[in-house]
């Protein structure tokens, strides 16, 4: 299955629509991750408080984001590790294929990492001979599927047990089964000679702590544990706008993260990583590379309401509590980055050229900013990004019914006039047409209230 | 107490008795309405789709008009009308003088149950209606105004009238503007998962404090056959 | 430091002052506070932290000194010996307790060895945990201290010993304890429970990549 674009967005939402698996799916994950989501938060008397904080701690990393990048890269060095920064996708994949290609790298094992699929990485490594193996259950489902992630958190959520296990029984020569035990253990097999045979290991990075340089990973599956103590090199792929400040501040993101994503009190691990080992006879790798990743996040710093888009602590919470997610899924956006947050960051980082769609897929109900854990305000962003899409790219026409209509609600008169011709025009044009094909349309009436109050 | 009737352009075209229906209920509370003809449209169409200057434009109007008015409160029978004219400020915000008015205007503009609960402090209207109903929580109402018990406290006390929770009560009903002609489908699809709440809640109407939603789920239930009203929270308060 | 990055960060900045409030921006941060949620003062925290593994599928024994922790682990290992689970090679941590605890049991096994190259072929792998967190249940595992990085999670089981007087009440004490009076640690790890997933249909499936059973004894006598 090829990947969506953003530029069929259309489309692609309503492929999604006439999916009924898809869409059982999504009630299903969406309903249960909100669920437990909900039920984490109110766990903590304290989570509104949380909330602030962690949306304080955000904006002053950001406003000084360059201060905070020079400590973490210092404290970070001096205990080993290599930074290196990447200015785009191109930068990032060359440094990374350099760095694997110095160290002859046959088998290349990966964890879960957004920032590694905005760069389309994998593909770069297959490209200079290597082979990548993705080791995260989902991540490796959907490799071996050749698709796309459908979710921030869960990203084979669009996929049945049923083709799930005709998949590993296809590709891995499982019997067949719809056991989702076996199906597990099947997969905890074949990866587990990856990861002994694997010269790399290449990871993202939730948060970076600028006062001691650490890289902090989270996870459930072990996975992550695997990819970065058994190779001896581990290449970690940051955006630079993962930053903390301090290591304290770890409490509050390590309360808000898991609980908003999955519902967990905490995942089951933690990898708190600062730089090498100190010993050539300790265990773990002999290399650590971190790779800052811009990619367009520097320019969102331009603006307040821009700048609150690289808060995202990437829980996913605002997917599973947004209406139109919950409809048609995450392959319909088309981007790494699906959902109301997708909505925002995509256009942001890819340019409104191709992607101008997404922030007019909403319907601004404000639910995923009820459930950010560090309160980014998305359907303000979503209207900021209307207002710069809508007078370059709105269309000819569209732009001239807002000119007209500006004009009619100047005037009482117009406006009067305005009532009289909609009468009319009403019933054929083809927004009328996209209303009524699903729903009744009320008449105009033939008396305003403006008339009536007159009598 | 004097209030000047912000109608929507909306309930002007399309819903009038919400508007006939809000004059009553206040009225009824001892409010002297005016009603300052010269209204036309908060401009929240632009702004949502995208339009700032045209938004502006009709801004300025808007709260030319409205500062004018001697009354104590603006008030209105839509939710998401009124967190319009709250965003004046944000749509201001780089010019200080029409920022103050913005503000000034914004400050006195209120919903209709907000005004009714928050500022009148009247919990009982004097409303009757016979029959199972439920209420759905327009999302600009609910999550930029912070109304929620406000309307579940007026409809309480409306004598007759059995009030039953919706499932998923906040849930958007799909409408959102320009969005739902735009993703029609989308649109619907959302609005079918409130539809079938309202089905399973087995009521004879449906309220809410937004035309737009009412339009949107009114559409939806006419279109299949349903008996279900669909009304608004003015039409309810004065009903006798 | 200079660089395109750091440059565009700046240029970036600087281009939004203008439109910044920034008085508003919560500027000095505020000193964080372990916060005392969900701990009741009446549990002791070694409890606490039992209930709190247990609701992750992890499991819990609270002993009393040496013999007694003996005693459990020939207890766990016994009892998984009679499963597919094996038990009968086991890697151990470099700690010099977990080898005498492990010549105090009495057991029947092909192979106990410290830190094994092979560790893929091993049943079970034995540690203990530097510190461990009674709210959630966690295990703090610090490599400055003791080899446990594979043999704590490459086999199947885990079994860790921790002192309950080592068991902090919540994640903030457990985070400001790595700080104190020494150099950060170059790899620590928090363990909750055994692996998990519910990459299919959200239906959780414990026992992926990581162990698929952890066993905590806590020490109670310290």
Redesign the interface.
Known sequence: MTSQTSETFRENAKAALADVHLRGALKHATSVFGERRKQAAAGLPNWEDLRTQARAIKDEVLLHLDRYLEEFVTNAESCGAKVHWARDAAAANSIICGLATERQARVVVKSKSMTTEETHLNDALEAAGMQVVETDLGEYIIQLAEETPSHIIAPAIHKTRGQIAELFTNELGMPPTDDIAQMTRTARLTLRDHFAAADVGISGVNFGVAETGTIVIVENEGNIRLTTSLPRMHIAVMGIEKVVPRFADLDIFLKLLPRSGTGQRLTTYQSFITGVKKQQSDEGPEELHIVLLDNGRSRMLAHPVTRQSLACIRCGACLNACPVYQQIGGHAYGSVYPGPIGAVITPQLMGIEKTSQLPYASSLCGACREVCPVKIDIPQLLLHLRSEIAPRKGGVAERLVFKVWARAMMSPTLYKLSSVAGRIVQRVTPISRAWTNGRDLRPIESKSFHDLWNE | MKVSLF?T?L??????SI??SSVEVLRGVGCEVE?D??Q??C?Q??????????AR??GR?FISIFEESKAEAIVSPSGSCTAMVHHYP?LFADDPAWLERANAVAAKTHELSSFLIRVLKVENVGASWNGRLTWHDA??G???LNIKSEPRTLIRNVRGAEFVELEHA???C??????????????????D?KIEAIERAGVQAVVSGDASCL??I???L??KGSKVRAMHLAELLASR | MNNEILNSIRSHLAASAPHDRREQISRRLTQINADQIGVNLRQSAADLFRLSLEAVNGHCVIAQGDTDIARALTQIITDLQKTNLRAQRIAISDNPLVERLMYLTDLEIEALTVAPNDIFSYDVGISTAQAAIAETGTLVLDSADERHRLVSLVPPVHIAIVDASRICETLGEALALLRQGKELSRAVTFVTGPSRTADIELTLTVGVHGPQELYVIVNGST
Not at chain 2, 11 to 16: A, K, P, R, S
Not at chain 2, 174 to 191: D, H, Q, R
Request: glycine fraction near 10%.
């Open positions: 109608v352009c309930v002007d075209q399309l819903w009038t508007g006939v009603f003809k010269r036309t449209c401009a169409p632009a702004f949502n789709t995208g339009y700032r200057e045209e434009q009709v109007r944000e999302c600009h609910l999550r930029d906040d849930a958007c799909g409408f959102g503007g320009t969005f739902s002609v735009k993703y029609p489908e989308i649109s619907v699809a959302i609005l998962q339009m949107q009114g559409g939806r006419s279109r």
